[in-house]
């Protein structure tokens, strides 16, 4: 599974791609941030946010989106424009039917470190030795969007999985001539392709 995380913000908005399944290695596709200028209007930092993540959608072609959830703080003018970014990430991915989850800050951290009260240095440790990098990302919101991205390959496809169950067994009965699917099978998938990683 391929999952764009997004760490939403106006002057810099994290993005990170991540390629995996629970149980096995995971493999970093590309990271980095879309930044804004602080003297734009909104409205002009909004428009540029969305053609950031539109130009990251474009050229990763993620299956899944993963965007953190925001939360009031003391700061008001901080948490608007947080707000507002995560609202353009949720519009980008919505509008091309891509499923889109809300992790919350410390679900991230206790997916990631153990601990929902881990600080950034320690998420950004644990992100650099689950993705094997040579480096730590940076800036701190290019680590968090990859965190995010674990986050949702970890806990969100269960999630997922465990929704769709509940949907089937509340589902009417299958027509008539239509195949059933029994437990231990599986409808048949073709494997999805991706572009290759970046260098």
Not at 155 to 177: F, K, M, Q, Y
Request: net charge positive.
């Amino acid at each position: 599974m391929r999952v764009l995380g997004v760490d939403p913000g106006l002057t810099r908005c994290g993005v990170g791609v991540v390629d995996g399944t629970p149980g096995r290695p995971l493999h970093m596709v590309a990271v980095g941030v879309v930044r804004t200028a602080a003297d734009l209007d909104i409205g002009e930092r909004l428009l540029l946010v969305e053609q950031g993540l539109e130009q990251w959608l474009d050229e990763q072609r993620p299956e899944a989106v993963a965007v953190e959830r925001v939360f009031s703080q003391h700061n008001v003018r901080t948490v608007m424009g947080t707000a507002q970014a995560s609202a353009v990430a949720l519009l980008c991915a919505t509008r091309r039917g891509l499923p889109v989850a809300l992790h919350t800050p410390s679900e991230v951290k206790a997916a990631v470190t153990g601990t929902g009260r881990a600080d950034k240095a320690q998420v950004t440790s644990m992100v650099t030795r689950l993705l094997r990098l040579s480096a730590p990302p940076k800036p701190a919101d290019a680590a968090d969007a990859l965190a995010l991205a674990i986050c949702h390959i970890w806990r969100g496809t269960a999630t997922g999985r465990l929704a769709a169950a509940v949907a089937a067994a509340r589902s009417p009965a299958t027509p008539a001539g239509t195949p059933s699917y029994g437990a231990g099978q599986q409808r048949g998938r073709q494997p999805r392709t991706h572009p290759g990683a970046p260098s």
